[in-house]
Antibody, heavy 117, light 107 residues
Framework: QVQLQESGPGLVKPSETLSLTCTVSGASISSYFWSWVRQPPGKGLEWIGYIYDSGSTNYNPSLKSRVTISVDTSNNQFSLKLSSVTAADTAVYYCAKTASMGPFDYWGQGTLVTVSS | DIQMTQSPASLSASVGDRVTITCRTS??????LNWYQQKPGKAPNLLIY???SLQSGVPSRFSGSGSGTDFTLTISSLQPEDFATYYCQQSYSTPRTFGQGTKVEIQ
């Protein structure tokens, strides 16, 4: 049974960097593609990017200049960093597993990150 | 980016009703179309992948069809636990994109 769990601060100040980690169990982080998806309160879903092959990445162009996704194979985790955050980055952030051209088949429960001073 | 247009944005239905939600894409994506159900405060849950394949554990009252640019999610007999928001998503190209969602409410 694949399980994903997000962790990280729930409050980030404007202009600072949002940092989240997703811990994966039941699957090897070296296999599959691993994504971050976010959902502002009351709104729809936005794909942020994914990492695969233990280090290759693909980011949403709308966020590319501010996003870094990395992997820690020794701890079976992957991480998200989003720099220069504003209130518009307030959202529930989900980590998810996917195949290369497949769906997001396993999701974490999500973590709310609020950007506020 | 591939634009995803879902309709309707919301609908009211009764238990036992047949419900159909449509998703149209801005360019042809073959069958690289997936459907999710999301309940308040929960992560999305995969229902249908590759346009018509039922994810393991999902009830058979859910079905998907379509290819190219036009896709449909059908719930054959709506159950109380099906009241939720439904999203389509394309996995044909990056950036991955989602429809805006269809909220299914109790009539």
């Amino acid at each position: 049974q694949v399980q994903l769990q997000e962790s990280g601060p729930g409050l980030v100040k404007p202009s600072e960097t949002l940092s989240l980690t997703c811990t994966v169990s039941g699957a090897s982080i070296s296999s599959y593609f691993w994504s971050w998806v976010r959902q502002p309160p009351g709104k729809g879903l936005e794909w942020i990017g994914y990492i695969y092959d233990s280090g290759s990445t693909n980011y949403n162009p709308s966020l590319k200049s501010r996003v870094t996704i990395s992997v820690d194979t020794s701890n079976n985790q992957f991480s998200l960093k989003l720099s220069s955050v504003t209130a518009a980055d307030t959202a529930v952030y989900y980590c998810a597993k996917t195949a290369s051209m497949g769906p997001f088949d396993y999701w974490g429960q999500g973590t709310l990150v609020t950007v506020s001073s | 980016d591939i634009q995803m247009t879902q309709s309707p944005a919301s609908l009211s239905a009764s238990v036992g009703d047949r419900v159909t939600i449509t998703c149209r894409t801005s360019q042809s994506i073959g069958r690289y179309l997936n459907w999710y159900q999301q309940k308040p405060g929960k992560a999305p849950n995969l229902l249908i992948y590759a346009a018509s394949s039922l994810q393991s554990g999902v009830p058979s009252r859910f079905s998907g069809s379509g290819s190219g640019t036009d896709f449909t999610l059908t719930i054959s007999s709506l159950q109380p636990e099906d009241f939720a928001t439904y999203y389509c998503q394309q996995s044909y190209s990056t950036p991955r994109t989602f429809g805006q969602g269809t909220k299914v409410e109790i009539q």
